[in-house]
Nanobody
Framework: QLKLVESGGGLVQPGGSLRLSCAAS????????IVWFRQAPGKEREGVSC????????YYADSLKGRFTISRDNAKNTVYLQMNSLKPEDTAVYYC???????????????????WGQGTQVTVSS
């Protein structure tokens, strides 16, 4: 059974950091793309970043480049999202999702993904 489980969310002060994890299990292929989306209250779900496990290619939303870093540990089937210099507007539920065999060409389109995790809440507030 395919499963994605996010963890690492929480409450952090502005300027702080968090590292989110997305653990994948039940995949029959070693090659896939993992994307992070986020959804703030009353807003559309937006793409944050995507990484391909086969070659490590990464993609970011332009507005988040330099603050967020996506990485992978293939041995653990886990993808990480390191978030630095967090701002109140980063507050959202963060979801990971999977696509095969790599990040899609339009990686930030929600409809490209069929498998989603349950999400983890990130709150940036003083």
């Amino acid at each position: 059974q395919l499963k994605l489980v996010e963890s690492g969310g929480g409450l952090v002060q502005p300027g702080g950091s968090l590292r989110l994890s997305c653990a994948a299990s039940g995949f029959t292929s070693d090659y896939y793309g993992i994307v992070w989306f986020r959804q703030a209250p009353g807003k559309e779900r937006e793409g944050v970043s995507c990484i391909s496990t086969s070659d490590g290619n990464t993609y970011y939303a332009d507005s988040l480049k330099g603050r967020f870093t996506i990485s992978r540990d293939n041995a653990k089937n886990t993808v990480y999202l390191q978030m630095n210099s967090l701002k109140p507007e980063d507050t959202a539920v963060y979801y990971c999702a999977a696509a095969w065999p790599t990040c899609p060409s339009r990686w930030d389109e929600r409809g490209k993904y069929n498998y989603w995790g349950q999400g983890t809440q990130v709150t940036v507030s003083s």
